[in-house]
C-alpha cells in the first residue's frame, strides 16, 4: 500500500431511521431494569455458653440455622417466542451442628442443606434451533411441493413450460416410497393446518425466529434464533456435608470432607417449550404434517425426521424431571493430611497427602417401548460409568538461611496412579461408548520460595 496515498472513507450514519440505501440501522431495544429485594436470616447457638457457668459439657457445640434468597439479574432472557423472561429467583435453607473438643484439637461439623431456583437458564436442553428451523424448511419444501417449483425455492423457479422439468425435485413420495400426488396434496394442506395452526396460538412466534412472510409468501424461509434467547428450568438441590478436622500434636494436621447431594429438575424448557412441542407433537402424530419430504420429492429426510433430532432428546430430559441428575456424581469423599518433623535429622521436613474420590455416574440408559410401540429410554436400566479416584502427594523443605533469609522447597504430585485409559462420558442405547473423554495425567510441580 502506498502510505502517502490519502485514506478513502466515510462516516457511517447510524440514523435507525435513515432512508438511505447504505446505513447502519440499528434495532434499538427498549431498556429493562430489573430489581428486588431478598432477605437473610440467620442464628448461632453456643449450647455451652447459653447454658451459663459453670460449663459442665465435655464438648463445645454449637448449632446453626440459615435461611436466604436471592435472585440474579437476567435482564436481556427473551424467551423462544421473544417475550422477556423475569429474574431468576431462588432460597437456601441449611442447617448445621459443630461438636468440638475443648482443647480444639478435634472437630465435626455436619450440615443439611436445600437449594431451589426457579426460572434458572437451563442448559440441558440439546438442537432448540430446531423449534425455529422446522417451520423454516417445511414451509419452504412444502411451497416447492405445491408450487411445482423445479429451480429455488421462488415461484420465479416454475418452469410452466416444461411440466416435468426436474419433477424429482417437487413431485413427493408418499410414506411407502411413491410418488404420489394425492398424498402430496394431503400432507401439504397438513403442513398448512399446523402452520396456521402456530401463528394463530403464537403470534409472536414468526416475528421472533425471522420468519417474516411465513404463511403468505413463497421464498427460502431461515430461521434466527430470537435476541436473548434462553430457556428455562426449576431446579432443586438438596444434601448434607461432613466435615471433621485433627490436629493430635503439633506436627500433624488432618482434614477430611464427605458430601451427598441429590439435584433435581422440573418444568425444563418452560411453559412456552412444553406447550409447542404438545402442539407440534400433535399434528406429527396425528396427520401427515411431518411427512413433507426435504431437499427433494424422494429424499429421506423429511419434517417428522428433522424434528427428532431436538425431540429424542427432550424426551429423556422430561423423563428425567423430578428424578435425581443422572450426570451428577451422589457422594464425594475427600481427605488431606500433612506432618511437619521438629527434630532429629528429618527436622524441616514435611510430608503430605491428599485423596479424592467420587461416586460412580449414570451415563445413559437402555431403550424399551411405551403402550404404543414407541421407543422410550427405560430409567430401570441405566449405564453406570467408573468412579473417579485421585492421590497426591506433597513433600516440602524448609530452613533458615544464615543471612536471616527463610527457604522453603516442595514437590507437589498430583495424581500419581493416573491412568491412561479413555473415560466414557455418554453411552448409546446399547451401552457402548458415544462420547469418551481423555485422563488427566500425573503433574510434578517444584517450587522454589525465598522469604525476607
Known sequence: RNRSAPLDYKLADIDPDSDR???????????????????????????????????????????????????????????????PISAPTGNTRDKSILVSTKNGKYSLKVTDYKTSVQDATSAYLQNTWIMGNI??????????????????????????????????????????????????????????AYRDAVIT????????????????????????????LAYTEDATSIGKEFEFT???????????????????????????????????DWYFANTEAGNIRLYGGGGANTTAKQWNKFRAKYSLTKLLEGTASPELREWRFNAVG????????????????????????????????????????????????????????????RKKLENGMNWRVQLNVRDIFAEKELIPISTQPDGSWAAVRIPGSTTWQLTNVFEF
Do not use: C
Not at 176 to 187: K, S
Not at 349 to 373: H, I, K, M, Q
Open 21 to 83: 440505501d447504505d446505513a447502519y440501522n440499528i434495532d434499538l431495544q427498549e431498556t429493562v431494569i430489573e430489581g428486588g429485594q431478598t432477605h437473610t436470616y440467620s442464628i448461632a447457638v453456643h449450647a455451652d455458653e447459653l447454658l451459663g457457668s459453670p460449663d459442665w459439657l465435655p464438648f463445645n457445640v454449637s448449632l446453626y440455622y440459615n435461611e436466604s434468597e436471592n435472585f440474579q439479574g437476567g435482564a436481556g432472557r427473551n424467551d423462544m417466542f421473544g417475550q
Open 135 to 192: 417451520l423454516a424448511l417445511g414451509e419452504t419444501w412444502s411451497n416447492v411441493h405445491s408450487y411445482n417449483i423445479a429451480e429455488g425455492e421462488t415461484l420465479d423457479g416454475v418452469r410452466e413450460d416444461n411440466p416435468t422439468y426436474r419433477q424429482w425435485r417437487f413431485n413427493m413420495k408418499n410414506p411407502d416410497g411413491v410418488f404420489d400426488q394425492a398424498y402430496e396434496d394431503l400432507a401439504v394442506a397438513d403442513w398448512r
Open 201 to 228: 396460538t403464537f403470534p409472536t412466534f414468526a416475528e421472533a425466529w425471522s420468519l417474516d412472510g411465513l404463511g403468505t409468501e413463497v421464498k427460502r424461509f431461515v430461521q434466527r434464533n430470537p435476541t436473548g
Open 246 to 280: 485433627a490436629s493430635p500434636n503439633q506436627n500433624l494436621r488432618l482434614t477430611m470432607n464427605a458430601s451427598q447431594t441429590e439435584a433435581f429438575r422440573n418444568n425444563v424448557g418452560g411453559r412456552q417449550v412444553i406447550e409447542f412441542v404438545e402442539l407440534t
Open 338 to 397: 500433612n506432618y511437619r518433623f521438629n527434630e532429629g535429622f528429618l527436622k524441616g521436613f514435611s510430608v503430605g497427602g491428599g485423596f479424592r474420590w467420587a461416586d460412580d455416574v449414570v451415563l445413559g440408559y437402555d431403550l424399551t417401548e411405551d403402550e404404543n410401540g414407541d421407543p422410550v429410554y427405560d430409567l430401570n436400566s441405566p449405564h453406570i460409568g467408573p468412579t473417579d479416584t485421585k492421590v497426591d502427594l506433597t513433600f516440602s523443605y
